[in-house]
């Protein structure tokens, strides 16, 4: 019998706590350590329609990559967080989150991002250290790809990542070394720009940090917070199947991007 302190346990190998910036709230956010578990249902982030289909499918733990609630305070119908809990806690579901921890975690978020990109020679940018194992861990990733156009470049990232759309800026060098970083990253820009790095895709970038990299000779790509980071959820179900072969494990058919393009 699997209980979800075991699947936390086994997440927790995957996403050490320690990688984890200090304001995040990783971990169980709500439910029973001791509660069996038979099905999870895995997805980027514990919105109302995937917190509806972990009851619609009898799911007894819902894991995601963002936390359940960022501030804390009374859990009520009030706002969408305290229904999302309430959904969840009505019907016995448990709720885990590894956020900062596995972007930052070896084979995490990032590596994931730069794997989908078919970088190669990834490597962490500026490690923060050492996990266990001996392999470097932080957040930002840096690999090489096939020297070519920025356009084609663009192309293959919008495909990769099945985007909808890109928000750029060209600085006029060919694409040859990608750093890239899942989710609101663009702070790391100049980072990647001194790492030797002509492109650097993430996502959430604002109008100034644009400029910043247009005067830098910087590649700079906005992908979209959820297709930079949506990779990362098959592979972290993958890998959950696979330690609990005796667990069910779904990935959320409605976990989506709100934003479109028109």
């Not at 995957?14 to 578990?37: F, H, T």
């Not at 499918?57 to 990559?65: G, I, P, R, S, Y």
């Not at 963002?66 to 706002?79: N, R």
Request: hydrophobic share 40%; with cysteine.
């Amino acid at each position: 019998m699997a209980t979800v302190a075991d699947i936390l346990r086994y997440i927790e190998t995957i996403a050490p706590p320690y990688m984890a910036e200090q304001w995040d709230k990783i971990g169980l956010n709500c439910g029973r350590m001791n509660k069996e578990v038979k099905k999870i249902l895995v997805a980027l982030d514990p919105f109302p329609h995937v917190c509806q289909e972990a009851v619609q499918c009898n799911a007894d733990l819902l894991v995601t990559h963002h936390p359940l609630m960022w501030e804390t305070g009374f859990v009520t119908d009030a706002t969408t967080q305290g229904q999302c809990m309430l959904e969840l806690l009505e019907h016995g579901i448990a709720h885990i989150s590894a956020h900062t921890n596995l972007d930052c975690a070896p084979g995490g978020v990032n590596d994931v991002l730069a794997q989908t990109l078919e970088l190669q020679n990834i490597r962490v940018i500026h490690p923060n250290g050492v996990d266990d194992s001996g392999r470097e861990w932080g957040l930002l990733r840096m690999g090489e790809t096939e020297t070519q156009p920025l356009e084609s470049f663009l192309s293959s990232v919008k495909e990769r990542l099945h985007c909808d759309g890109l928000r750029y800026v060209d600085s006029g060098k060919p694409v040859r070394n990608v750093a890239v970083g899942g989710g609101a990253c663009a702070g790391g820009l100049v980072e990647a720009f001194d790492a030797g790095c002509d492109t650097f895709v993430t996502a959430d970038i604002k109008y100034n940090q644009f400029w910043d990299a247009h005067d830098l000779g910087l590649n700079l790509i906005d992908a979209g917070h959820f297709a930079t980071e949506n990779p990362v959820v098959a592979v972290r179900a993958e890998k959950i199947a696979a330690a609990f072969p005796g667990v069910e494990v779904k990935i959320s058919e409605t976990h989506r991007d709100c934003m479109k393009f028109y």
